[in-house]
Protein backbone atom coordinates (compact mmCIF):
# COMPACT_ATOMS: atom_id res chain seq x y z
CA UNK A 1 0.00 0.00 0.00
CA UNK A 2 1.29 3.67 -0.59
CA UNK A 3 0.19 4.22 2.91
CA UNK A 4 0.58 2.71 5.98
CA UNK A 5 -1.79 2.80 8.56
CA UNK A 6 -0.93 5.81 10.79
CA UNK A 7 -0.13 7.82 7.53
CA UNK A 8 -4.39 6.65 6.07
CA UNK A 9 -5.56 7.86 9.96
CA UNK A 10 -3.56 11.51 9.37
CA UNK A 11 -5.23 11.23 6.08
CA UNK A 12 -8.33 10.74 7.43
CA UNK A 13 -8.25 13.76 9.66
CA UNK A 14 -7.11 16.25 7.51
CA UNK A 15 -9.21 15.13 4.55
CA UNK A 16 -11.11 18.03 3.27
CA UNK A 17 -13.50 16.22 0.84
CA UNK A 18 -17.08 17.87 0.28
CA UNK A 19 -15.88 20.69 2.32
CA UNK A 20 -16.76 23.48 -0.29
CA UNK A 21 -19.08 20.78 -1.93
CA UNK A 22 -18.97 17.81 -4.43
CA UNK A 23 -18.17 19.98 -7.42
CA UNK A 24 -14.91 22.03 -5.93
CA UNK A 25 -11.71 22.05 -7.65
CA UNK A 26 -10.27 24.52 -5.59
CA UNK A 27 -9.27 23.03 -2.35
CA UNK A 28 -7.56 24.75 0.01
CA UNK A 29 -7.98 28.01 -2.17
CA UNK A 30 -11.80 28.85 -0.95
CA UNK A 31 -9.89 30.01 1.99
CA UNK A 32 -9.00 33.13 0.18
CA UNK A 33 -11.47 36.20 0.22
CA UNK A 34 -11.56 39.92 0.80
CA UNK A 35 -10.66 39.97 4.63
CA UNK A 36 -7.35 37.68 3.73
CA UNK A 37 -6.13 39.50 0.54
CA UNK A 38 -6.97 43.33 2.54
CA UNK A 39 -4.82 41.25 5.46
CA UNK A 40 -2.47 41.11 3.03
CA UNK A 41 -2.38 44.52 1.61
CA UNK A 42 -2.35 46.05 5.40
CA UNK A 43 1.08 44.27 5.91
CA UNK A 44 2.90 46.63 3.16
CA UNK A 45 4.42 49.69 5.19
CA UNK A 46 7.48 50.02 3.00
CA UNK A 47 6.23 49.26 -0.83
CA UNK A 48 9.47 46.90 -1.32
CA UNK A 49 8.88 44.21 -3.48
CA UNK A 50 11.17 41.07 -3.81
CA UNK A 51 11.10 38.45 -6.11
CA UNK A 52 11.06 34.71 -5.45
CA UNK A 53 11.26 32.91 -8.85
CA UNK A 54 14.53 31.44 -9.93
CA UNK A 55 15.38 32.30 -13.25
CA UNK A 56 13.61 30.51 -16.24
CA UNK A 57 16.90 29.08 -18.34
CA UNK A 58 18.60 26.26 -19.37
CA UNK A 59 20.59 26.23 -16.47
CA UNK A 60 17.59 25.63 -14.46
CA UNK A 61 17.13 22.68 -11.42
CA UNK A 62 15.93 19.98 -13.41
CA UNK A 63 18.66 16.84 -13.44
CA UNK A 64 16.99 14.16 -16.01
CA UNK A 65 15.88 11.89 -13.33
CA UNK A 66 11.89 12.85 -13.88
CA UNK A 67 10.83 11.79 -17.38
CA UNK A 68 9.33 15.12 -19.27
CA UNK A 69 10.93 17.33 -16.60
CA UNK A 70 13.14 19.58 -18.70
CA UNK A 71 14.38 22.82 -18.08
CA UNK A 72 13.58 25.37 -20.14
CA UNK A 73 14.71 26.01 -23.35
CA UNK A 74 14.28 29.74 -25.02
CA UNK A 75 13.98 29.66 -28.89
CA UNK A 76 13.41 33.12 -30.69
CA UNK A 77 10.98 32.65 -33.38
CA UNK A 78 11.04 35.59 -35.03
CA UNK A 79 13.87 38.54 -35.16
CA UNK A 80 13.16 42.22 -36.35
CA UNK A 81 10.62 40.69 -38.91
CA UNK A 82 9.20 43.63 -40.64
CA UNK A 83 5.02 42.95 -41.83
CA UNK A 84 5.89 45.52 -44.67
CA UNK A 85 8.67 43.97 -45.88
CA UNK A 86 10.84 46.71 -45.36
CA UNK A 87 13.27 46.40 -42.22
CA UNK A 88 12.79 49.97 -42.01
CA UNK A 89 9.39 49.85 -41.05
CA UNK A 90 7.51 48.77 -38.09
CA UNK A 91 9.57 44.97 -37.13
CA UNK A 92 8.90 42.50 -34.01
CA UNK A 93 10.77 39.54 -32.85
CA UNK A 94 8.87 36.93 -30.63
CA UNK A 95 10.07 34.08 -29.03
CA UNK A 96 8.50 30.79 -27.31
CA UNK A 97 10.22 28.62 -24.44
CA UNK A 98 9.68 24.92 -24.07
CA UNK A 99 9.50 23.52 -20.33
CA UNK A 100 8.08 21.66 -17.93
CA UNK A 101 5.44 23.10 -15.50
CA UNK A 102 6.99 21.75 -12.89
CA UNK A 103 10.27 22.50 -14.21
CA UNK A 104 11.09 25.58 -12.53
CA UNK A 105 9.18 27.90 -9.61
CA UNK A 106 5.73 26.86 -9.64
CA UNK A 107 2.72 25.48 -7.98
CA UNK A 108 1.35 21.66 -7.62
CA UNK A 109 -1.70 21.35 -9.13
CA UNK A 110 -4.64 19.56 -7.12
CA UNK A 111 -4.56 17.20 -10.16
CA UNK A 112 -0.84 16.74 -9.59
CA UNK A 113 -0.83 13.34 -7.76
CA UNK A 114 -2.93 11.27 -6.08
CA UNK A 115 -3.14 7.29 -4.48
CA UNK A 116 -5.61 4.44 -4.64
CA UNK A 117 -6.83 5.83 -8.13
CA UNK A 118 -7.95 9.12 -6.67
CA UNK A 119 -7.42 12.85 -6.65
CA UNK A 120 -8.93 15.65 -4.17
CA UNK A 121 -12.82 15.07 -3.93
CA UNK A 122 -12.59 11.89 -4.46
CA UNK A 123 -12.44 12.36 -8.34
CA UNK A 124 -11.07 9.23 -9.71
CA UNK A 125 -7.26 9.69 -11.62
CA UNK A 126 -9.35 8.78 -15.15
CA UNK A 127 -9.94 12.67 -15.41
CA UNK A 128 -6.35 13.15 -16.40
CA UNK A 129 -5.53 11.86 -20.11
CA UNK A 130 -2.55 12.13 -22.43
CA UNK A 131 -4.55 14.26 -25.00
CA UNK A 132 -6.55 16.53 -22.58
CA UNK A 133 -4.26 16.37 -19.26
CA UNK A 134 -6.16 17.54 -16.21
CA UNK A 135 -9.89 17.70 -17.47
CA UNK A 136 -10.60 18.43 -13.17
CA UNK A 137 -8.47 19.84 -10.89
CA UNK A 138 -6.24 21.91 -13.73
CA UNK A 139 -3.89 24.71 -12.49
CA UNK A 140 -6.65 27.29 -14.26
CA UNK A 141 -9.30 26.25 -11.26
CA UNK A 142 -6.96 28.18 -8.53
CA UNK A 143 -8.21 32.04 -9.99
CA UNK A 144 -5.44 35.01 -8.62
CA UNK A 145 -3.92 33.59 -5.48
CA UNK A 146 -3.28 37.36 -3.46
CA UNK A 147 -3.19 37.09 -0.09
CA UNK A 148 -1.00 37.67 3.20
CA UNK A 149 2.15 35.82 3.56
CA UNK A 150 4.33 34.86 6.46
CA UNK A 151 7.94 33.48 6.46
CA UNK A 152 9.05 30.59 8.54
CA UNK A 153 12.30 30.95 8.11
CA UNK A 154 12.71 27.42 9.58
CA UNK A 155 17.24 27.45 8.94
CA UNK A 156 17.74 30.32 10.90
CA UNK A 157 15.15 29.24 13.39
CA UNK A 158 17.57 26.20 13.59
CA UNK A 159 20.87 28.14 13.72
CA UNK A 160 21.99 26.42 10.27
CA UNK A 161 22.35 28.03 6.83
CA UNK A 162 21.32 24.57 5.54
CA UNK A 163 20.40 21.44 6.86
CA UNK A 164 23.05 18.78 5.63
CA UNK A 165 20.50 15.79 6.04
CA UNK A 166 16.59 15.34 4.98
CA UNK A 167 14.95 17.27 8.22
CA UNK A 168 11.50 16.76 8.69
CA UNK A 169 9.83 19.97 9.57
CA UNK A 170 7.02 19.65 12.22
CA UNK A 171 4.38 21.88 12.74
CA UNK A 172 6.04 22.92 16.11
CA UNK A 173 8.58 24.34 14.00
CA UNK A 174 6.23 26.44 12.03
CA UNK A 175 4.48 27.67 14.90
CA UNK A 176 7.68 28.33 16.74
CA UNK A 177 9.09 30.79 13.72
CA UNK A 178 5.91 32.64 13.75
CA UNK A 179 5.64 32.91 17.74
CA UNK A 180 8.70 34.45 17.56
CA UNK A 181 7.92 36.87 14.87
CA UNK A 182 4.87 38.03 16.75
CA UNK A 183 2.59 36.35 14.14
CA UNK A 184 -0.78 34.40 14.47
CA UNK A 185 -1.42 32.34 11.59
CA UNK A 186 -4.74 33.25 10.36
CA UNK A 187 -7.29 31.35 7.32
CA UNK A 188 -6.67 31.80 4.43
CA UNK A 189 -2.35 32.99 4.79
CA UNK A 190 -0.03 31.57 2.83
CA UNK A 191 2.78 29.89 4.31
CA UNK A 192 6.44 30.41 2.79
CA UNK A 193 8.90 28.09 4.49
CA UNK A 194 12.50 28.68 4.16
CA UNK A 195 15.07 25.65 4.77
CA UNK A 196 18.37 27.04 2.78
CA UNK A 197 18.17 24.06 0.32
CA UNK A 198 18.51 27.06 -2.53
CA UNK A 199 22.21 27.36 -1.76
CA UNK A 200 22.87 24.32 -3.28
CA UNK A 201 21.00 25.13 -6.65
CA UNK A 202 22.99 28.62 -6.36
CA UNK A 203 26.29 26.89 -6.46
CA UNK A 204 25.64 24.89 -9.57
CA UNK A 205 25.34 21.68 -7.17
CA UNK A 206 21.99 20.97 -9.04
CA UNK A 207 22.45 16.75 -7.75
CA UNK A 208 22.70 17.97 -3.93
CA UNK A 209 20.00 20.56 -4.57
CA UNK A 210 17.49 17.51 -5.14
CA UNK A 211 18.83 14.33 -3.93
CA UNK A 212 19.34 14.76 0.26
CA UNK A 213 16.43 17.61 1.00
CA UNK A 214 14.79 18.91 4.50
CA UNK A 215 11.48 18.88 3.69
CA UNK A 216 7.17 19.84 5.11
CA UNK A 217 7.08 16.62 6.81
CA UNK A 218 3.22 15.01 7.40
CA UNK A 219 3.15 16.80 11.04
CA UNK A 220 3.63 19.91 9.59
CA UNK A 221 0.80 18.95 7.41
CA UNK A 222 -1.67 18.24 10.06
CA UNK A 223 -0.75 21.84 11.86
CA UNK A 224 -1.32 23.58 7.92
CA UNK A 225 -4.33 21.84 7.93
CA UNK A 226 -5.58 22.74 11.30
CA UNK A 227 -4.62 26.39 10.63
CA UNK A 228 -6.72 26.74 7.68
CA UNK A 229 -4.16 27.70 5.74
CA UNK A 230 -4.59 28.43 1.68
CA UNK A 231 -1.15 27.26 0.30
CA UNK A 232 2.04 26.14 0.91
CA UNK A 233 5.63 26.55 -0.67
CA UNK A 234 9.62 26.04 -0.01
CA UNK A 235 12.90 26.80 -1.43
CA UNK A 236 13.61 22.98 -2.25
CA UNK A 237 13.37 20.93 -5.55
CA UNK A 238 10.84 18.35 -3.59
CA UNK A 239 8.78 19.47 -1.14
CA UNK A 240 9.07 17.27 1.34
CA UNK A 241 11.85 15.34 3.01
CA UNK A 242 14.13 13.45 0.75
CA UNK A 243 14.94 10.73 0.52
CA UNK A 244 11.53 9.96 1.67
CA UNK A 245 11.28 7.63 4.49
CA UNK A 246 10.65 4.15 4.57
CA UNK A 247 11.15 1.03 2.27
CA UNK A 248 10.93 3.02 -0.80
CA UNK A 249 12.13 6.65 -1.17
CA UNK A 250 9.92 7.24 -4.53
CA UNK A 251 6.88 7.04 -2.55
CA UNK A 252 5.57 11.12 -1.57
CA UNK A 253 3.59 10.34 1.38
CA UNK A 254 3.01 14.65 2.17
CA UNK A 255 2.11 14.91 -1.94
CA UNK A 256 -0.24 12.58 -1.47
CA UNK A 257 -2.05 13.32 1.84
CA UNK A 258 -1.27 17.41 0.78
CA UNK A 259 -2.60 17.26 -2.40
CA UNK A 260 -5.31 14.59 -2.43
CA UNK A 261 -6.67 14.98 1.02
CA UNK A 262 -5.99 18.25 1.83
CA UNK A 263 -6.25 19.64 -1.37
CA UNK A 264 -3.53 22.20 -0.31
CA UNK A 265 -1.85 23.52 -3.44
CA UNK A 266 2.11 23.13 -2.67
CA UNK A 267 4.74 25.53 -4.03
CA UNK A 268 8.42 24.72 -5.37
CA UNK A 269 11.67 25.91 -5.92
CA UNK A 270 10.94 29.21 -4.59
CA UNK A 271 13.73 31.33 -4.11
CA UNK A 272 13.57 32.86 -0.45
CA UNK A 273 16.94 33.92 0.50
CA UNK A 274 16.64 37.77 0.08
CA UNK A 275 13.18 38.41 1.55
CA UNK A 276 14.63 36.42 4.41
CA UNK A 277 17.73 38.67 5.14
CA UNK A 278 15.08 41.53 4.92
CA UNK A 279 12.95 39.96 7.31
CA UNK A 280 16.24 39.06 9.64
CA UNK A 281 16.82 42.62 9.07
CA UNK A 282 13.61 44.49 10.07
CA UNK A 283 12.00 41.93 12.06
CA UNK A 284 9.16 41.98 9.95
CA UNK A 285 8.09 38.31 8.17
CA UNK A 286 4.84 39.20 7.26
CA UNK A 287 3.89 40.78 3.24
CA UNK A 288 1.56 40.82 1.14
CA UNK A 289 2.08 37.72 -1.46
CA UNK A 290 0.92 37.82 -4.98
CA UNK A 291 1.01 34.13 -6.31
CA UNK A 292 -1.31 33.55 -9.48
CA UNK A 293 0.51 30.97 -11.77
CA UNK A 294 -0.22 30.97 -15.55
CA UNK A 295 -3.70 29.50 -16.41
CA UNK A 296 -2.68 26.49 -18.43
CA UNK A 297 -6.38 24.96 -18.99
CA UNK A 298 -6.05 21.46 -17.44
CA UNK A 299 -2.68 21.84 -16.38
CA UNK A 300 -1.05 19.50 -13.65
CA UNK A 301 1.01 22.23 -12.32
CA UNK A 302 1.13 26.01 -12.69
CA UNK A 303 4.83 28.25 -13.49
CA UNK A 304 4.67 31.13 -11.82
CA UNK A 305 6.81 35.08 -10.64
CA UNK A 306 5.89 34.88 -6.47
CA UNK A 307 6.51 38.82 -5.59
CA UNK A 308 6.23 39.18 -1.68
CA UNK A 309 5.70 42.98 -0.93
CA UNK A 310 6.52 44.45 2.29
Known amino acids: MPLDENQRALAARVSNWGRWGAEDQRGTL ?4 AASTMRGASAVRRGVSFPLAIPVDADGPQTGRI ?24 ATSDDKIETGLQ ?5 DALAHAGYDGLLFNGLPASVISQDAGATRLGVQNFGPVVTRGLLCDVARLKGVDWFEDSYSITGADLEECLSTAGLTVMPGDAVLVRTGQMHFFKIGDKQRYADISPGIGLDAVEWLHDNNVACVANDT ?13 YLFPVHMIMLRDVGMPQGQQWDLDELAQDCAADGVYEFLLSATPIPVTNGCGGLLAPVATK
Open 237 to 249: HVFEPYPCPGANP
Open 30 to 33: NLLD
Open 103 to 107: STTHW
Open 67 to 90: PGRSNPLHTMTSVSYAFTGDSGDF
